[in-house]
C-alpha cells in the first residue's frame, strides 16, 4: 500500500461482524482460562496481553500502523514523545554507556540527555549536525552506544544528514536513533536512509490536533544486535527477569527491540499511552496524508511573505531556495518538509515580544504541529532551561521565534503577521 492508503487502513483489519474502526480497549487486564495460559505470557513464550501497563490492543493496533507508515518491522506507543526518546536511547545505553548526539535537537530532549540522563551515568557528546567527517568520528568512544539525530530539529529546522550519520553510525557498530516528529513518515521514512530506530512525539503532527499526548517507537528490524554482542549485553545475553531469554535470539533482528522496551522499560516504568489516547491518534493519522502537503503549502507561503519583510531580520526555512539546508531537504524531503518557520524581528528579544503581543489569529502556545497556527519565543518557553551558550549551541538565540503554520488559509496567517509587524 501506499502511505496514503497505509494512513487509513494500516495496523487493523477487522473480521467479519467486527467494528470497522479500531476499538478502544478500555480495561486494565484481561482474563484467562488458567494460570498456565497466563504464565506462557510472563516468560514471553505466547503472545497477549495481562496488564495494560506493558500493552494494550488498541495501543498495538495503532502501533502496527505507524510501523507499516515508517517501514519498519516493530513498534510501540509511549505515554509522551520525551518517553519515547528516553526508551530508544535507555533501552541499550546504561550507566557507564555513552552516545553521541547531534546539538541541535529539541530542547526538552537535550534537557533529558544532558541532565538527567547523565545523572544515570549515561554520558553524551553533542556535535554540530554540520561538523566535519572528522570531528564526527572523534566524537565516537568505545563505550559509545548508539546515535541520535532529529529528522528536522525543534526549532532550528537543521536537516540532519541522515544517510552521513548512519554510515558514521554503523562504522563503529551502533545504531542511528532518528526523531521524525517533524517530518513526520509522509514527508520523510529515515529507515530508507540508514536509521535503524525512529521515534516520534505523537503530541505533534501524527494527532495534529492538539488533543493528545504520545509518543512512539519504530524499529527497523535491521541491525544486527548479534553482531555486536559485547556492546549490547541486554539484547545479546540471558534476561534471569525472564527465565533466561536471549531476546535477539529468541526474537531476531526484527523483534528483538521493541520486544526488551516493552518488557523491561515499559513493565519498570509503565510510560504507556492510554487506549483513548490512542483512538484518537488513530483519528490523526488518518488525515496526514491530506494535511501535511497543507501545512507545508502554508509554511512555504509564509516564509516567502516573511523573507521580503523588512522587519524581519531573517528567516530559517528548508523549502525556501538558498537556505542553508534547503539541497538536504530536496535529497531526503524533496514533497515538503514541515509547517514549522524560523525567524527573528529586527530589534532583537524586546522587539519579538512586542510583536508577539499584537497577533490575534496566531495564538501563543508551547505547542507545535497542529491544524492551528501556534507561535511560541523558545528562548522564554521550551529552552527556557538552557543558558544563552546553549541556546547558541542548539541553534535557538534568543530572538529566534518559531511559527508553526496550521491549516488556516494561507492569507490569514500573513494578514495576521502583517498587521502585527506594523
Known amino acids: 500500500m501506499q502511505r496514503e492508503t497505509m494512513c487509513i487502513e494500516a495496523g487493523y483489519e477487522p473480521r467479519n461482524g467486527e ?186 503532527y501524527l494527532d495534529g490536533h492538539d488533543a493528545t499526548v504520545g509518543g512512539a517507537i519504530i524499529d527497523a528490524g535491521k541491525f544486527d544486535w548479534m553482531a555486536h554482542a559485547d556492546k549490547f549485553p541486554g539484547l545479546t545475553t540471558p534476561d534471569d527477569s525472564y527465565h533466561g531469554i536471549t531476546y535477539a535470539e529468541k526474537f531476531g533482528k526484527e523483534g528483538a527491540f521493541i520486544t526488551k522496551c516493552t518488557a523491561q522499560l515499559m513493565r519498570d516504568f509503565g510510560s504507556i499511552q492510554a487506549p483513548m489516547n490512542a483512538y484518537l491518534l488513530n483519528l490523526g493519522i488518518e488525515s496526514l496524508a491530506c494535511r501535511m502537503p497543507r501545512h507545508c503549502e502554508n509554511a512555504q507561503k509564509v516564509a516567502e511573505f516573511l523573507q521580503g519583510h523588512e522587519k524581519i531580520a531573517w528567516v530559517m526555512y528548508p523549502g525556501l531556495p538558498g537556505d542553508k539546508y534547503y539541497d538536504l531537504a530536496q535529497k531526503y524531503m524533496p514533497n515538503g518538509t514541515c509547517g514549522v518557520i524560523s525567524f527573528g524581528v529586527v530589534g532583537g528579544r524586546k522587539a519579538a515580544e512586542e510583536f508577539m503581543k499584537k497577533l490575534k489569529l496566531c495564538m501563543i502556545a508551547t505547542h507545535v504541529a497542529d491544524a492551528h497556527t501556534c507561535i511560541l519565543h523558545p528562548a522564554n518557553s521550551t529552552h527556557r532551561q538552557l543558558t544563552d551558550e546553549e541556546l547558541i549551541a542548539s541553534g535557538v538565540g534568543p530572538d529566534l521565534i518559531r511559527l508553526s503554520c496550521g491549516i488556516e488559509n494561507a492569507d490569514d496567517i500573513i494578514a495576521d503577521l502583517a498587521q502585527a509587524l506594523g
Open 19 to 204: 467494528p470497522r474502526m479500531i476499538p478502544i480497549i478500555q480495561s486494565t487486564t484481561f482474563k484467562y482460562d488458567s494460570s498456565e495460559d497466563m504464565g506462557k505470557l510472563f516468560d514471553l513464550e505466547a503472545s497477549g496481553y495481562f496488564y495494560t501497563r506493558l500493552q494494550n490492543p488498541t495501543n498495538d493496533m495503532v502501533a502496527a500502523k505507524l510501523t507499516a507508515l515508517e517501514g519498519g518491522t516493530a513498534g510501540m506507543l509511549t505515554s509522551s514523545g520525551q518517553a519515547a526518546n528516553f526508551f530508544s536511547v535507555f533501552n541499550i545505553a546504561t550507566c557507564g554507556d555513552h552516545v553521541v548526539a547531534a546539538s541541535k535537537i529539541y530542547g526538552g530532549t537535550f534537557n533529558l540527555f544532558n541532565v538527567t540522563m547523565r545523572k544515570m551515568g549515561v554520558d553524551f557528546t553533542f556535535v554540530d549536525p554540520d561538523c566535519s567527517d572528522e570531528e564526527l568520528e572523534k566524537a565516537f568512544k568505545p563505550n559509545t552506544k548508539a546515535v541520535f539525530g532529529e529528522t528536522i530539529a525543534n526549532p532550528a529546522l537543521v536537516v540532519f544528514d541522515i544517510e552521513r550519520f548512519a554510515k558514521a553510525a554503523h562504522a563503529h557498530g551502533v545504531p542511528l536513533i532518528v526523531d521524525n516528529t517533524f517530518a513526520t513518515p509522509i514527508n520523510c521514512r529515515p529507515i530508507e536512509w540508514g536509521a535503524d530506530i525512529v521515534t516520534h512525539s505523537t503530541t505533534k
